[in-house]
């Protein structure tokens, strides 16, 4: 039975998210050899669960995107292996891939700015926003919000300085 009824998170992903919209949809397990990381199956694999995440773009940086996901089912690192699955690492992500420059030039002067965007934020840029559920006992709808951390805003107001100063 499905408790939760809205949960939504920011994310500052790798690379300039194409479409406005999207929705992901997959199966999601296991790695077969590095057992603590997700990968997404095929669906006739029968290795991994049905997984599905709706994103919204809320603000683009050029080489970075902040969206929004908010999650249909609710499997282990679902956003982080559905981003990249298509492409879009979250940002200072170390178990998938995302602490390191992943798009960009290769001017050192970028490669400094992203490293001081990592020392800003070290930990990959996924935020909890909003989580809402039925209460239990009372069946009443409780809602929940979250203020985006320091730590990831400070990223975010970094990068829109890096944008408007390149002209981006």
Not at 125 to 136: E, R, V
Request: with cysteine; hydrophobic share 30%.
């Amino acid at each position: 039975m499905e408790h939760t009824v809205n949960r939504r998170y920011h994310a500052l992903v790798w690379g300039d998210v194409e479409q406005n919209e999207g929705t992901v949809d997959t199966y999601i397990g296991r790695h077969e050899r590095n057992r603590k990381v997700f990968t997404v199956y095929d669906k006739d694999d029968e290795k991994g669960k049905h997984a599905v995440t709706h994103y919204k773009v809320i603000e683009r940086f050029n080489y970075v995107t902040l969206i929004e996901c908010r999650l249909e089912t609710g499997r282990t690192h679902q956003i982080r292996v559905h981003m990249k699955d298509i492409g879009h690492t979250l940002f200072n992500d170390a178990t998938y891939g995302g602490d390191r420059v992943l798009k960009g030039t290769v001017f050192s002067k970028y490669k400094s700015f992203v490293e001081n965007c990592f020392a800003l934020c070290p930990r990959q840029a996924l935020h909890a926003k909003t989580l809402g559920f039925i209460h239990p006992r009372t069946g009443k709808e409780m809602q929940f919000e979250s203020e985006m951390p320091t730590d990831i805003q400070s990223v975010l107001e970094r990068w829109k300085v890096y944008v408007k100063a390149k002209g981006i």
